[in-house]
């Protein structure tokens, strides 16, 4: 098998995992409502604690007004809601809802899975040596 293949069954393995999970969490119905561009926002979100439109735009590299749209789509959603600054009333931080605090939870229960997996998988100075790959391929 090439490497390529070998990449390709690993990530649809990792894939249908992270969706496995999600719709664990929030149920398939709710997944299916949530688009990739909305997971791609919910992401700069989770990893941001003071969220804005412009800084969504600026880490997905969107215009403003198209991270405007994802925002109040996952508003609709119930994924994220706006909070007014305390300090400046113009500026409104996007903040995780539980819903969207569940579909972040389902991303990392996913992984933490497939790291047990691929230790299960190996012995211990094979799953040594495959994180030590992985650190030197996110070089």
Same mark, same amino acid.
């Given at each position: 098998?090439?490497?390529?293949?070998?990449?390709? /069954?690993?990530?649809? %393995?990792?894939?249908?995992?992270?969706?496995?999970?999600?719709?664990?969490?929030?149920?398939?119905?709710?997944?299916? %409502?949530?688009?990739?561009?909305?997971?791609?926002?919910?992401?700069?979100?989770?990893?941001?604690?003071?969220?804005?439109?412009?800084?969504?735009? %600026?880490?997905?590299?969107?215009? %403003?007004?198209?991270?405007?749209?994802?925002?109040?789509?996952?508003? /609709?959603?119930?994924?994220?809601?706006?909070?007014?600054?305390?300090?400046?009333?113009?500026?409104?931080? $996007?903040?995780?809802?539980?819903?969207?605090?569940?579909?972040?939870?389902?991303?990392?229960?996913?992984?933490?899975?497939?790291?047990?997996? $691929?230790?299960?998988?190996?012995?211990?100075?094979?799953?040594?040596?495959?994180?030590?790959?992985?650190?030197?391929?996110?070089?």
């Amino acid at each position: 098998m090439e490497l390529y293949e070998i990449i390709d /069954k690993l990530t649809d %393995k990792m894939t249908e995992m992270v969706r496995a999970e999600k719709i664990k969490l929030i149920g398939q119905e709710e997944l299916e %409502k949530i688009s990739y561009g909305s997971f791609r926002a919910l992401e700069v979100v989770a990893n941001s604690d003071e969220a804005t439109i412009s800084s969504i735009a %600026k880490a997905l590299r969107i215009t %403003k007004a198209s991270a405007s749209v994802a925002v109040r789509k996952m508003e /609709k959603e119930g994924l994220v809601y706006r909070e007014q600054s305390s300090e400046d009333k113009r500026v409104y931080f $996007i903040r995780m809802a539980e819903k969207g605090k569940a579909v972040k939870q389902g991303e990392v229960n996913s992984l933490k899975r497939m790291g047990r997996y $691929i230790e299960s998988k190996l012995s211990e100075e094979e799953a040594r040596n495959f994180k030590e790959y992985m650190i030197k391929l996110l070089k």
